[in-house]
Structures are given as structure tokens and as C-alpha cells.
């Protein structure tokens, strides 16, 4: 049984000649939020999806919760994707039974709770909310479960510093201090305050894999700042780390 | 867990079909007094008024009924297309269930909301021209009789009969869900993919089959002839009973194979991007 809760190793994806992540081992541990920090095209989406099985790896192995992913890796893994997954016809009720149904640690009442909280009926229509409303019962559905381990891609990207907030305080009051949280982005400065640990991905490979303290020790600089160091010198072509 | 996301599936097919099978049924009761009615002893003797009402009436039931038949062929497609390859994709392939089980549920929900058009719209048609109860009872034991002095077993005849229909209706839609998957494999073009993979795999299975029916006749030559003369000579039912089996077996064997690869390649290869 391995201490860790997620570990990869020599993960390798390809699309056709294009490699999206190549060779990638890494090993997470339990009880931490991990920063999956990369530019657009680095592979962050790339990575969340291999975890959740919505991709299968080119080559390569992964096991979460000591599982290969399937089934029972599922069960564990609470997983934010970057696009709505919602049937047309369903109402948030319908969402509530749904994950009432497939996940035992749904936890139903903290849902309505965190719905009532922002103003969302459990009878309202998927197909009337505004695009907004609707990734904020994404993100409700996700973080109402209790699982061992968050994957949120881009929970940030694309909404107002308001909303950026609210998201990240919804993420911090509800996730289980057991859990890991794994959040993909490319805004560091909104997350650099709450991570443990940072992972940088650049063209598909992991660059920099350490505790967020000891990185910002080591560098003598912020997460923000290195991150803008390390891929400027990608945009020029230059820069060693 | 297969229970569980038949809940779903059925749900979203009553969503799905909640308007047009009652629209049929409320449709087929207004023609059994329009259209039903010119079949009653001077029931002809209506009008020009009256036979532009009966046209017309008649003529929205059929475009119902052409509407129910096409928008079954889209739920099939699209529960399976959407549901497991597009965005909702997202949500089913994380859940915690098994490849099959995503395929199986589509599957059943898929081949029920088809049983029940077809049923919906026999039922129409008995609405609108109405057989006496006594007559629709009468029928089968006759038929049965009628059957049973052929030589036919007036029972298991229609039973094969009907299973045959079930085998050919699980390989129609798992020939569409593999056509479906190999589609999906293509980074581009996934719909038009799809439709070469739909005629692709037709030409190969008719070709498969075609060519193992040549092949045994020539391999064995006049024995099957032989053979096939001396069941004709004994009994007519044994020629059906044959023949029926045969099929159900070659159509169970390719849904066999259509399911096989179709949950290899979205437990294997699936690729939401």
C-alpha cells in the first residue's frame, strides 16, 4: 500500500504525431492542494483527464488510491471539468438524486445548503440558468461530495474577480482536510495563497514539482513571479531554471 | 448499478417522448371519428367540408407517426452520441460504473423507447379502425390452427419469430453505437467518420455473411441440396424452424462482435477532448 494517493509514472499521451504529456512520474500526497500551473497547451487538461479515465494514457501507468483507474478510482475522485456535462431536460433536484445515487459521500444536504446560499432552487431548470449559475452548480455538485481527492480544471478561468472569489472560498470551506485538491490554472496570484505545493508544466513535461514554501524559499520569489520567469523564457526561447 | 443509470435513461426517454406517443394516441382517437368513420354504414356521405376535415386529420397522423419513427432513430443516435461521446460524456465516464454497463443502459433504454413507438403506433391503427375485441381473440388460436396444420409449431413459430425481430433490433442499434465509437476515434470529422464506419461495417458484415453462406454451399455441394430437399420433403417447419435459427445466430453473433469492439474501444480508446 503506497503512502501516496496518486502516483504516476512515466506518463506518456499523444494525439496522432502531437505529444501532450510525455513521460510524466509524479507522485501526490494526501491532506494537500497542488497547484497544476502551466500555460494554455501544457498539458494541465490533459493530465486531470488521464486521472479521471477520460483519457486513456499512450503509455504509462496511474494508480489512484492505490487503484488502477476504473471504477473504484472513481468513486474517490470529485472531478471539475472545464465544459458543462448537464443533460438539457434535468432540473438541480434531478442533479442531487443522480449524485445521490452514484457517490456514497455525496452529501446531499450541504448541497442544498451551498445552493440555498447563493440563491439556486433545487427545482430550478439547467436549461434556463445563465452560464454562470450553471458552472456554480457544477462546482456545488463537486465540492459537496467527500472525496479523496479534487480535480478542478480551470474552476477560475473565464469569470469575474467576484465570482473568482467566491469559487475559491467555496473550494477552501468544503473540501476535507484529508483530501487532495489538484487545481489547474493559469491565474497563479488568485491561488498562490492557499496552495501547499506547486507543480509546473511546461510542453508537456513536469518542470518544477515542490512544496509551494519551498520553492518560493529556493527561488526567492513569488509562485506568481516565478511562473512568469519560467514561461517568459519560454515565449523568448530562452532562460534556463 | 446498471438499475441506477436505467433510472436516468428512462427518465430523459420520457422527457424525450413525453409530447409525440400521447400526440399519436390523441391523434389516431380524432381519426377514428374523421378517417374511422367512412367505414361505417353511410358514413361515406360527408361532404366536401367534412372530407377536407378527414384528409387532414389523417394527414397529421401520419406526419406524426413519420415524426415518432424519426425522432426514435435520433434518440438512439443522439443517447448514445451526446450521452457518452460528447459533453455529458464528461459526467457518465466519471462515474463509478463500468464501460459495459454505460453501453448496456443506453442500449436497453434505446431498444425499449423503439418497442414502444412501434407499439404506440399498432395501437393507433387499431384506434382508428377498431377490430372487435371477440375478432382479436379469435385470431390467434386460428392462427395457431391454421399453422399447426402446415406442420408449423403455431406457438414456437411466432416466438422465433419475435426473437428474431429482438437480436435484429439489439444488432441494428449496437451496429449504429459501433460506428458511433470508431467515429470518435478520429481527431477530426467525427460525425462523417461515424457514417463511413456505418457503411463500412455494413459492407463487411454483408460481405462476411454472404460469402460463409457461398462458401458452405460449395464446400458441401449436393449434400446441402440433398439435405435442404429432404427437410423440404419432410416437413415445412423444419425448413422455417432452420432457417429462423440461423439467422438469430448469424444476427446474435454480429451484435456479439458490435458490442465487443464498442466496449473495447470506450473503456481503451476513449478520447473526450
Not at chain 2, 420433403?233 to 464498442?262: D, K, P
Request: one cysteine or more; proline letters at 3%; aromatic letters at 10%.
Amino acid at each position: 500500500m503506497s503512502e501516496y494517493l496518486v502516483t504516476c509514472i512515466g506518463l506518456t499521451k499523444r494525439y496522432g504525431q502531437k505529444e501532450a504529456l510525455s513521460k510524466i512520474s509524479l507522485q501526490l500526497a494526501p491532506g494537500r492542494i497542488i497547484g497544476l500551473l502551466g500555460p494554455n497547451g501544457s498539458g494541465k487538461t490533459t493530465l486531470i483527464k488521464l486521472l479521471c479515465g477520460l483519457l486513456q494514457p499512450t503509455e504509462g501507468s496511474i494508480t489512484v488510491d492505490n487503484n488502477p483507474v476504473g471504477p473504484h478510482s472513481k468513486a474517490v475522485i470529485s472531478y471539475l471539468p472545464d465544459k458543462m456535462y448537464y443533460a438539457d431536460w434535468m432540473r438541480v433536484s434531478d442533479l442531487f438524486d443522480l449524485f445521490a445515487d452514484f457517490y456514497a459521500d455525496f452529501d446531499r444536504e450541504r448541497a442544498e445548503n451551498m445552493c440555498l446560499s447563493l440563491g439556486i432552487s433545487p427545482s430550478d431548470r439547467i436549461k434556463t440558468m445563465s452560464k454562470g449559475t450553471k458552472e456554480k452548480v457544477q462546482l456545488v455538485l463537486v465540492m459537496a461530495r467527500r472525496a479523496k481527492l479534487y480535480l478542478l480544471d480551470e474552476p477560475i478561468a473565464g469569470v469575474d474577480p467576484a465570482a473568482r472569489e467566491f469559487i475559491m472560498n467555496t473550494i477552501l470551506t468544503n473540501y476535507d482536510e484529508k483530501a487532495s485538491v489538484l487545481i489547474s490554472t493559469h491565474l497563479i496570484s488568485d491561488v498562490e495563497p492557499v496552495l501547499d505545493e506547486a507543480i509546473f508544466l511546461r510542453e508537456g513535461q513536469v518542470v518544477l514539482h515542490d512544496s509551494a514554501d519551498a520553492l518560493r524559499e529556493r527561488e526567492g520569489k513569488s509562485l506568481d513571479a516565478l511562473f512568469r520567469d519560467v514561461f517568459r523564457a519560454q515565449i523568448y526561447g530562452g532562460g534556463t531554471l | 448499478m446498471l438499475g441506477k443509470l436505467l433510472k436516468y435513461d428512462f427518465r430523459s426517454m420520457g422527457k424525450q417522448f413525453a409530447f409525440v406517443w400521447p400526440a399519436v394516441l390523441v391523434l389516431a382517437l380524432v381519426n377514428r371519428f374523421t378517417f374511422g368513420g367512412l367505414f361505417r354504414e353511410g358514413g361515406a356521405d360527408i361532404g366536401l367540408p367534412g372530407q377536407l376535415a378527414t384528409g387532414l386529420t389523417f394527414l397529421v397522423y401520419w406526419a406524426v407517426i413519420l415524426a415518432t419513427m424519426v425522432l426514435t432513430l435520433v434518440f438512439i443516435i443522439q443517447r448514445f452520441f451526446k450521452g457518452l461521446l460528447g459533453d455529458e460524456g464528461y459526467l457518465m465516464h466519471t462515474l463509478p460504473v463500468k464501460t459495459w454497463q454505460l453501453i448496456v443502459s443506453k442500449l436497453i433504454c434505446g431498444m425499449t423507447a423503439c418497442i414502444i413507438s412501434v407499439l404506440v403506433a399498432l395501437l393507433s391503427v387499431l384506434i382508428i379502425i377498431p377490430v372487435p375485441t371477440a375478432d382479436l381473440l379469435d385470431f390467434w388460436p386460428e392462427l395457431f390452427r391454421a399453422l399447426g396444420s402446415q406442420g408449423v409449431n403455431g406457438f414456437l413459430a411466432p416466438l422465433e419469430l419475435l426473437l428474431l425481430i429482438l437480436v435484429s433490433l439489439v444488432q441494428c442499434c449496437l451496429h449504429l453505437y459501433l460506428a458511433m465509437a470508431i467515429g470518435h476515434l478520429f481527431g477530426k470529422n467525427r460525425i462523417v467518420m461515424s457514417v463511413v464506419a456505418f457503411l463500412a461495417i455494413n459492407f463487411v458484415v454483408s460481405f462476411l455473411f454472404s460469402s460463409a453462406f457461398f462458401s458452405f454451399v460449395s464446400l458441401l455441394g449436393e449434400q446441402v441440396t440433398e439435405l435442404v430437399y429432404d427437410r423440404m420433403e419432410m416437413s415445412v417447419w423444419g425448413v422455417w424452424h432452420s432457417a429462423v435459427g440461423l439467422m438469430i445466430l448469424g444476427s446474435a453473433a454480429a451484435a456479439a462482435v458490435y458490442f465487443f469492439f464498442t466496449e473495447r474501444i470506450l473503456r481503451r480508446r476513449l478520447n473526450l477532448e
